[in-house]
Nanobody, 123 residues
Framework: QVQLVESGGGLVQAGGSLRLSCAAS????????MGWFRQAPGKEREFVAAISWNGGPTYNVDSVKGRFTISRDNAKNTVYLQMNSLKPEDTAVYYC????????????????WGQGTQVTVSS
């Protein structure tokens, strides 16, 4: 079992930055690939970024490449999403997810999900 708790969301102006954190419980965090997803109002949840169990490889959706960076610290059982140059269209609830299968992470069919953290980018 893995429990995930996101934090770090908030209100930021366009062009600003936020760093999201996802703290995981359990002693097997380092066994899991991790992903970040987001869901904007009225839209389906979409994949944002993923990182493998050992910190590499990583994968970002095209819309955030060059702006968002996913990383992890297995000693702290935490995965991060550094978000720079934020745009109003990045406004969404951001979720982290965990799965031992890399393909499940990329497809969004993950075993474990956090409760989400709201990110709002004003223009």
């Amino acid at each position: 079992q893995v429990q995930l708790v996101e934090s770090g969301g908030g209100l930021v102006q366009a062009g600003g930055s936020l760093r999201l954190s996802c703290a995981a419980s359990g002693r097997t965090f380092s066994s899991y690939s991790m992903g970040w997803f987001r869901q904007a109002p009225g839209k389906e949840r979409e994949f944002v970024a993923a990182i493998s169990w050992n910190g590499g490889p990583t994968y970002n959706v095209d819309s955030v490449k060059g702006r968002f960076t996913i990383s992890r610290d297995n000693a702290k059982n935490t995965v991060y999403l550094q978000m720079n140059s934020l745009k109003p269209e990045d406004t969404a609830v951001y979720y982290c997810a965990a799965d031992t299968n890399w393909g499940q992470i990329l497809s969004g069919k993950c075993d474990y999900w956090g409760q989400g953290t709201q990110v709002t980018v004003s223009s």
